[in-house]
Nanobody, 115 residues
Framework: QVQLVESGGGLVQAGGSLRLSCAAS????????MAWYRQAPGKQREWVAS???????NYADSVKGRFTISRDNAKNTVYLQMNSLKPEDTAVYSC?????????WGKGTLVTVSL
């Protein structure tokens, strides 16, 4: 089993920045993809960004140019640097990792962007 713990959420004004972290622990031997998802109130969860073990990154159009995903393989941690935040970025942000074909999810951290 792999456990994931997110941190770094909070309240920020529009135009501000936040950095989310997600640390993996447990039975880790080869995490391939690490990704961030978000779920806004009353909406379905949506994919935000992902990064492979070879550091190939991909982003949803809604965050491209504003968010940056990175990872530290030695620490089994994935980050999401969020800049130029907008009220529509308000959501619970969760991380997901894929290992040996299995998906593991964190419980999420709340990001609230005010006007």
């Amino acid at each position: 089993q792999v456990q994931l713990v997110e941190s770094g959420g909070g309240l920020v004004q529009a135009g501000g920045s936040l950095r989310l972290s997600c640390a993996a622990s447990g039975n880790i031997f080869s995490i391939n993809v690490m990704a961030w998802y978000r779920q806004a109130p009353g909406k379905q969860r949506e994919w935000v960004a992902s990064i492979t073990k070879s550091i190939y990154t991909n982003y949803a159009d809604s965050v491209k140019g504003r968010f940056t995903i990175s990872r530290d393989n030695a620490k089994n941690t994935v980050y999401l640097q969020m800049n130029s935040l907008k009220p529509e970025d308000t959501a619970v942000y969760s991380c997901k990792v894929v290992q040996d074909g299995m998906n593991y999810w964190g419980k999420g951290t709340l990001v609230t962007v005010s006007l």
